[in-house]
């Protein structure tokens, strides 16, 4: 599937102006990317992810390469966490240390956001809080399949995140199948062929964890994605509006 340029341009106009005009008094949100190593191609990744966000106008991004040094000092600056970091095929062992993983365990669970998109979920076995905290994992008969078009299908079109958007679109990537925590709040849906059945698996969600809240999205395998599918280029500033504050345009 071809997305007209037309459309790209029209739908990412449209979100532009919305959220610049939403927030013409609020103080930007404050975001740490955290990325520096993925088995994607994440240099390309990172830079169109933080242009995608600040062009919204509602956002304020600081990139880590070094989540090890992330403290709970150093977090106390930031809204939301967003991480692009993976160290697949490595999932156990405490990849950011026990110190960094507690920082940003009691940083979610005291009310701030955390969101992570596509192989952000698949290490940290090993990290009780972040497996509580992102609702999705890899483990045995999880994966995907080749690089191929299937349908997205909106299951909550009504959460801030996705209201106004399409209720269904086709996109091209690799379909995620995970085990997924039975408490999150699942905004899209994909239909996949396993073992010659047909299975419906979430592949974006919400939830919450104490008093923070979390936003999840498989999609988003590389930089092409973010700009050439105007539905996830949008659900991925009002996911992390909505991790941030709770809502994904100003009230």
């Known amino acids: ?9 029209l739908i990412q106009f449209a979100l532009v102006a919305l959220l610049a005009g939403s927030a ?5 949100i404050r975001v740490l990317f955290i990325t520096g190593r993925n088995n994607h191609r994440w240099q390309l990744t990172t830079p169109s992810l933080k242009k995608t ?35 697949f095929p490595k999932k156990t062992g405490h990849l950011w240390g026990l110190d960094t993983e507690k920082a940003i365990d009691d940083f979610v669970a005291g009310g ?3 969101a992570s998109f596509h192989a952000g979920s698949s290490s940290f076995h090993d990290w009780v809080g972040f497996q509580k905290i992102i609702g999705g994992t890899w483990g045995r008969g999880t994966g995907h399949g080749r690089y191929h078009e299937f349908t997205v299908e909106m299951t909550d ?15 091209e990537s690799e379909q995620y199948y995970m085990i997924v925590d039975p408490g999150i709040n699942v905004l899209a849906s994909t239909v996949y062929e396993y073992d010659g059945h047909k299975i419906v698996h979430p592949v974006m969600w919400t939830k919450t964890w104490g008093k923070g809240r979390i936003f999840y999205n498989a999609l988003g395998h590389c930089a092409d994605e973010f700009e050439t599918f ?22």
């Open 1 to 9: 599937m071809t997305l007209s340029t037309k459309k790209i341009i």
């Open 24 to 28: 013409t008094a609020a103080e930007p």
């Open 53 to 87: 966000l600040e062009d919204s106008g509602r956002f304020k991004v600081d990139v880590t390469e070094k989540p090890a040094e992330i403290t709970a000092k150093s977090l106390s600056g930031y809204d939301v966490i967003f991480n692009g970091w993976t160290g």
């Open 112 to 114: 701030k956001g955390m």
């Open 157 to 171: 079109v009504d959460h801030p995140i996705t209201k106004g958007g399409p209720a269904v679109f086709d996109y």
């Open 230 to 251: 105007p539905e996830v280029h949008e659900m991925t500033v009002k996911g992390l509006i909505w991790a941030a504050e709770g809502k994904a345009i100003a009230e």
